[in-house]
């Protein structure tokens, strides 16, 4: 067996550069210190997250992108937190609100796919929702 | 109208350092649960989020919200204005927080707003530390 020569090359066996290559973020950070002097709270720090009106984009699926964010009514309801988009009348639950929107995504994110896979063959009121849907919702470009 | 941010990743961690000539950043200490013989406690922590397809100008907010019991907002932090040139463009939002209370043992969650639309979470748990 050969033995193995340690040299100054990196694993592909390229030798060194003479100056070490500089690595740099394409855009600054976004800082914010702990340090700062205290500011009026904003607004959304004085709600009650069990009892509010939320405007709702996160991920919902890998395939999709909410373009025009839902108005989404989070509630507390014998014992479970609902979160309802009362335009079409969706809705996910939990035992929070965090799970309540994170159940509404999903909801939202099978219905569209579904919705999508069977436009050209919908009742009226399924077809109402596929529109409406589709004003927030599009597919990300593959 | 303005596009909202899409969120490539969230993550909670001891803080986040600055490099002040470069103004790279470091994650130190991601985690999920943070362990205390007691509650109620106070921490500092760091925030940190990669997000892209953002065009304008954003004000980001993070909320810590305790997701017991009886949910409750027990910190929050709303950044300046931020202003991206181009939907293409990957940037990040490094936080540090001011001391965060944690009351009670129980999951927190850490919702980000941009423009006050709800963008994305990440949650940790506080635990009781066992002492053996």
Not at chain 1, 19 to 46: G, M
Not at chain 2, 45 to 74: C, M, N, P, W
Request: net charge negative; charged share 25%.
């Amino acid at each position: 067996m050969q033995p193995m020569t340690i040299s100054e090359a990196t694993p592909l066996g390229m030798p060194l550069p003479p100056v070490t290559p500089l690595t740099r973020l394409r855009s600054p950070a976004v800082r914010v210190d702990a340090d700062v002097p205290p500011r009026e709270p904003p607004e959304l720090l004085k709600r009650n997250t069990t009892a509010e009106k939320v405007l709702f984009a996160p991920n919902i699926d890998g395939r999709l992108k909410i373009m025009e964010p839902f108005v989404v009514r989070v509630e507390w309801r014998e014992g479970l937190v609902t979160a309802r988009i009362e335009d079409i009348d969706e809705f996910g639950y939990g035992c929070n609100s965090g799970e309540a929107l994170y159940d509404l995504g999903k909801t939202l994110a099978e219905l569209y796919l579904f919705l999508r896979e069977n436009a050209d063959r919908l009742s009226p009121d399924l077809h109402s929702i596929w529109l409406k849907l589709s004003e927030h919702i599009q597919l990300r470009q593959p | 109208m303005q596009p909202v941010p899409s969120v490539l990743a969230i993550l909670v961690c001891d803080s986040v350092i600055i490099d002040s000539p470069t103004k790279k950043q470091s994650v130190i200490g991601i985690f999920d649960n943070i362990h205390s013989a007691q509650v109620p406690f106070s921490q500092r922590l760091g925030f940190y989020a990669r997000l892209t397809d953002a065009e304008g100008e954003y004000k980001f907010t993070v909320r810590i919200v305790y997701v017991g019991d009886e949910e409750q907002i027990v910190a929050g932090l709303e950044s300046d204005t931020v202003p991206v040139r181009d939907r293409l463009e990957v940037f990040n939002l490094a936080l540090n927080l001011p001391p965060v209370p944690f009351r009670k043992f129980g999951r927190y969650e850490f919702q980000l707003f941009a423009n006050n639309v709800f963008i994305g979470r990440a949650v940790i748990s506080a635990l009781k530390l066992e002492v053996k």
